[in-house]
């Protein structure tokens, strides 16, 4: 959900006290509800009886300790079950974790990163309410360490603060970078690329053309995934190739080289990797959407 409309998304919600809690959770969950998006609330009495007020009773409610005993993959069935034939085709879930039913922080920090991993690949939009009084400084360091997004005055904003965990580049290579980038910033996206693109050794020529079908990668993604607000991007560097990763969560089509794409949104990406010899784009399967793949090859073997 960008502010306006239901899309998959792992958010963390700041708030101070119930009443504050209330009318974000409220916020949400009418623009979930007026985008097609069922809702389920794993909340405590009183936020519940604040939504039950102010949402005409649309909310589906499940208890909070379900968010502790039933293992994450098994509550996420449970929450695409509420899917059907949604307009929407996600379903949006409001969580107050019962820190009281499992005190330990490495719990929730696992949890979280399970929670992000499960929305990349199934169709939730999750949003955690945190209060800022309650739970101490760590605990608040934990919500703004594991949430890619954070839900600031009314809209989504990328989490500045968000480290991705390390792990194997699946595009092979060194890990050179792994982020989120909002699709909305193009003049700071493509400082960004410049700037990490630099650091892999790329010289300035193979750079610039690099850059430029990433740009367009990114639109493209943003475009097909209804304009979320930050996208998942890695580059790894393999010898002298560097290879850089758009995420879609809602699938890419192939990209043929001598077919002109039906969807027209695909056009400029498809024109833009004509570019240089030196540039490939390729699409592949991840989860249940696709890896946009643009290398940059060496020039003597392109």
């Known amino acids: 959900m960008t502010g306006t409309d239901a899309a998959p998304v792992h ?31 794993h909340v405590d009495d009183g936020v519940q009886a604040l939504l039950t007020r102010r949402t005409a009773g649309a909310v589906v409610f499940a208890p909070q300790r379900a968010l502790v005993e039933t293992p994450l ?39 979280e990163e399970t929670t992000t991993a499960l929305v990349a690949e199934r169709p939730l939009a999750v949003t955690c309410l945190i209060d800022t009084g309650e739970g101490g400084p760590e605990r608040l360091a934990l919500a703004r360490a594991t949430h890619p997004v954070l839900w600031c005055d009314g809209a989504d904003v990328p989490n500045p603060d968000l480290v991705p965990p390390a792990g194997p580049p699946p595009t092979g290579g060194v890990l050179v970078a792994d982020s989120t980038l909002d699709p909305g910033a193009s003049a700071e996206n493509r400082r960004w690329w410049h700037a990490r693109l630099t650091a892999a050794g790329l010289d300035r020529t193979r750079r610039e053309e690099l850059v430029l079908v990433l740009h367009e990668a990114v639109g493209t993604v943003a475009a097909l ?19 850089c990763e758009v995420r879609c969560r809602s699938g890419c089509p192939p990209l043929l080289p001598h077919a002109v ?10 024109l833009a990797e004509k570019v240089s010899p030196a540039v490939s784009l390729a699409v592949l399967p991840w989860g249940a959407g696709s890896r946009l793949v643009v290398r940059a090859l060496d020039p003597d073997r392109a």
């Open 261 to 270: 794409p039906g969807d027209r949104r695909l056009l400029l990406l498809w």
């Open 11 to 41: 958010r963390c919600a700041f708030h101070a006290g119930r009443e504050q809690a209330g009318a974000i959770a409220a916020d949400l969950c009418r623009r979930a509800l007026a985008a097609g998006s069922p809702v389920v609330a």
């Open 73 to 111: 993959p098994a509550l996420a069935d449970v929450w695409t079950s509420h899917l059907g034939t949604a307009p929407a085709g996600v379903v949006t879930v409001v969580c107050q974790q019962p820190f009281a039913l499992a005190p330990d922080l490495g719990h929730w920090h696992t949890a």
């Open 225 to 243: 995934d209804g304009a979320p607000p930050a996208l998942r991007v890695r580059i790894t560097r393999d010898g002298t190739e560097v290879a």
